[in-house]
T-cell receptor, first 112, second 111 residues
């Protein structure tokens, strides 16, 4: 509906697993983002890509590794996560980095 | 540091009432403000935006008011409907920064 598609919608993983979250935008935007949304906390910006170049990385642990192969696709590779990493991970895109964001529906991640 | 925050965590209204959701911001350099709505199980959805050279903007059943003197933003929803029940976030941008979000207000609409 928003032009930003995230898969999977739900993910359960153990602390030793490796998984990847995928995001695709069909809006022709130049910027893409990963946000983390935990209960009772504001949206936390994790990574920003502009024209496939990472422009912001907000002190995110190295167990989260983003990848932006082109301006329409964004991945978040996960490995050796902790239970406190359980959250809703939202992808967003925007025409430029100072414009309004369009969000996907998110991946609800549970780390056991 | 600079922050964006909301006054009320939960607002309960009756169907048909008008709702007002408030937001305070502290960065006087903020020049672009956005309201998002997030329903359960979905990502935030754009509702309306306003730039700092305006003090009011209207959409369909929604109005955003900006008071730069006291650094306050509000979202007014007319004739609130059960489908308006959601969490509402304000967000701001200053200069070349990316969006900063507030904590959110839960709007509960009872029939």
């Amino acid at each position: 509906e928003t032009g930003v598609t995230q898969t999977p919608r739900h993910l359960v993983m153990g602390m030793t697993n490796k998984k990847s979250l995928k995001c695709e935008q069909h809006l022709g935007h130049n910027a893409m983002y990963w946000y983390k949304q935990s209960a009772k906390k504001p949206l936390e910006l994790m990574f920003v890509y502009s024209l496939e170049e990472r422009v912001e990385n907000n002190s995110v642990p190295s167990r989260f590794s983003p990848e932006c192969p082109n301006s329409s696709h964004l991945f978040l590779h996960l490995h050796t996560l902790q239970p406190e990493d359980s959250a809703l991970y939202l992808c967003a895109s925007s025409p430029g980095t100072t414009e309004k964001l369009f969000f996907g529906s998110g991946t609800q991640l549970s780390v056991l | 540091g600079e922050s964006v925050g909301l006054h009320l965590p939960t607002l309960s209204v009756q169907e048909g009432d008008n709702s007002i959701i408030n937001c305070a911001y502290s960065n006087s350099a903020s020049d672009y403000f956005i309201w998002y709505k997030q329903e359960s199980g979905k990502g935030p959805q754009f509702i309306i935006d306003i730039r700092s050279n305006m003090d009011k903007r209207q959409g369909q059943r929604v109005t955003v008011l900006l008071n730069k003197t006291v650094k306050h933003l509000s979202l007014q929803i007319a004739a609130t409907q059960p489908g308006d029940s959601a969490v509402y976030f304000c967000a701001e941008i200053s200069g070349y920064s990316t969006l900063t979000f507030g904590k959110g207000t839960m709007l509960l609409v009872s029939p």
